[in-house]
């Protein structure tokens, strides 16, 4: 079945449908991660966008349950050069188009994804629609501009739990206990919980919208502000909530998390041209002069120069400048950009679990 991509600026890439027949619109942007695409389908930090992945060959080793970052798919549609017809992998339960096909998700294979990422990387982020239902070119890009993007939406309300709950780790050597800390669901992956109860953290998870008195009223050691999708320009009430927290308890937060955390202290953030997604993005740690290599998703940063001088830069992307860490000088807040829980082959910021915890105790003393 033939499949359109239609690009809000006119551009069109022709391909062939896989997975769910029909028709999405959102903003798209590529993934430069070789493997992992399970995981960047059900990151909820993709949630109304159309996502085309740079690696031309996808789907070769299936998808299974456990790989999920959370219960279903995000993305509104799913580009690719080449789906792999054999998904070979012994821990493999469906191939990639069945898995797109049960919930729902339109697929384009055969696109150049090649002279589509260089388009967006030119001509920056844009509006797209993913089409196999037969409309024109000049129907599918009125489709896409007329269509909702990224800027000022608040996707956060549409993937929060919707009640508070007490996150269990499925392994069943997870160490003791340590500290307890309540976590803000913006669109929170699974691996992140995984790895906080490895570092001896106790969960309770907490809807996007709980004020910050709700949360003081639970006690935690600290909290942890989670990844999620949309503009952070638009969560007002998240901004409101963070800012109550500050001096009341320490404070960790990843992705989104972290631009909250600089509306919170006062500053803002701004648009990327194309964005910061996939598992090879070299981050500077300026208190150490190190390098890592690591997992990012994100269309927004944080504006340096909107910061008061009570927070200090700690990291910086090293592809164009942008700030990928923060810290408050004299509170036990920080936060990164980037996500230390990912690992995609290097674990070079896997640390900061356990930085989190000894501020914490640190707090305690």
């Known amino acids: ?15 062939e449908s896989f997975g769910a027949a029909g028709t999405c619109v959102g903003e798209i942007c590529f993934n430069t991660s070789m493997t992992g695409y399970q995981e960047v389908l059900t990151d909820p930090s993709y949630r109304g966008q159309i996502v085309a992945m740079t690696y031309p060959l996808i789907g070769n080793y299936g998808t299974n349950d456990a790989d999920a970052e959370s219960r279903s798919p995000h993305v509104r549609g799913f580009v690719v050069e080449e789906v792999s017809e054999i998904a070979s992998n012994w821990r493999s339960e469906s191939s990639l188009q069945d898995y797109l096909r049960h919930w729902k998700i339109p697929g384009a294979q055969g696109i150049d994804t090649r002279a589509l990422t260089r388009h967006l990387r030119t001509r920056g982020a844009m509006k797209a629609c993913l089409t196999s239902e037969g409309l024109s070119g000049e129907e599918a890009i009125q489709r896409a501009v007329e269509g909702e993007g990224v800027i000022g939406m608040d996707y956060v309300r549409e993937v929060t739990t919707p009640s508070t709950y007490e996150w269990e780790a499925a392994e069943q050597n997870a160490p003791p206990i340590r500290h307890r800390v309540v976590a803000y ?9 995984r790895r906080l109860r490895q570092n001896g953290f106790g969960v309770t998870v907490v809807p996007a919208a709980t004020t910050a008195a709700e949360v003081l009223a639970l006690k ?21 909530a963070v800012q109550g927290l500050m001096g009341q308890t320490p404070i960790f937060g990843i992705c989104l998390g972290h631009q909250v955390l600089g509306f919170a202290f006062g500053g803002r953030t701004f648009k990327l041209k194309f964005g910061h997604r996939g598992g090879n993005q070299p981050v500077k740690d300026l208190t150490t002069g190190k390098v890592a290599i690591t997992a990012q998703n994100h269309g927004f940063a944080v504006d340096a120069a909107s910061l008061p001088n009570e927070i200090e830069v700690t990291h910086i992307n090293l592809n164009d400048g942008t700030v990928e860490g923060m810290r408050h000088r004299e509170l036990p807040i920080f936060s990164v950009q980037y996500h230390p829980e990912a690992a995609p082959g290097p674990h070079d910021a896997s640390y900061f679990f356990a930085d989190f915890a000894r501020l914490i105790e640190d707090a305690r003393d």
Do not use: C, Q, T
């Not at 949309?230 to 969560?235: K, V, Y």
């Open 1 to 15: 079945m033939h499949a359109l991509l239609a690009l809000e600026d006119g551009r069109i890439f022709e391909g």
């Open 185 to 193: 669901d913006y669109g929170i992956k699974e691996n992140i919980l």
């Open 220 to 240: 935690p050691d600290g909290v942890f502000l989670s990844n999620g999708p949309g503009d952070p320009s638009a969560l007002d009430y998240a901004h409101e």
